[in-house]
Nanobody
Framework: QVQLVESGGGLVQAGGSLRLSCAAS????????LGWFRQAPGKEREFVAA????????YSADSVKGRFTISRDNAKNTVDFQLNSLKPEDTAVYYC?????????????????WGQGTQVTVSS
């Protein structure tokens, strides 16, 4: 069993920044991949970024490349998500997800555990 708790969401103006964090507990943290997904009202939950168990490989959606950065600290059992140059279309609930395999993917169905989500709202 893996428990994930997100934090760091909030309201920010367009062009601003936020830093999300996800604290994990349960199974050996460094063994599993971690991802961030988001869901805007009336839309499907979509992939945003992911990082492999050893932190070597990262993946990002085209819409956030160059703006969002995912990183992990295996000593602290956390994964951080730096969101820069935010746009109104980034407004969504952001979810942290864990995949027991250490291989990061972009497919929502590949992830085994999910956090409760944290709201990010970007005003124009």
């Amino acid at each position: 069993q893996v428990q994930l708790v997100e934090s760091g969401g909030g309201l920010v103006q367009a062009g601003g920044s936020l830093r999300l964090s996800c604290a994990a507990s349960g199974r050996t943290y460094s063994n599993y991949a971690l991802g961030w997904f988001r869901q805007a009202p009336g839309k499907e939950r979509e992939f945003v970024a992911a990082i492999s168990g050893n932190g070597v490989k990262t993946y990002s959606a085209d819409s956030v490349k160059g703006r969002f950065t995912i990183s992990r600290d295996n000593a602290k059992n956390t994964v951080d998500f730096q969101l820069n140059s935010l746009k109104p279309e980034d407004t969504a609930v952001y979810y942290c997800a864990a995949r027991l395999s250490g291989i990061a993917t972009m497919a929502r169905a590949d992830y085994d555990y999910w956090g409760q989500g944290t709201q990010v709202t970007v005003s124009s």
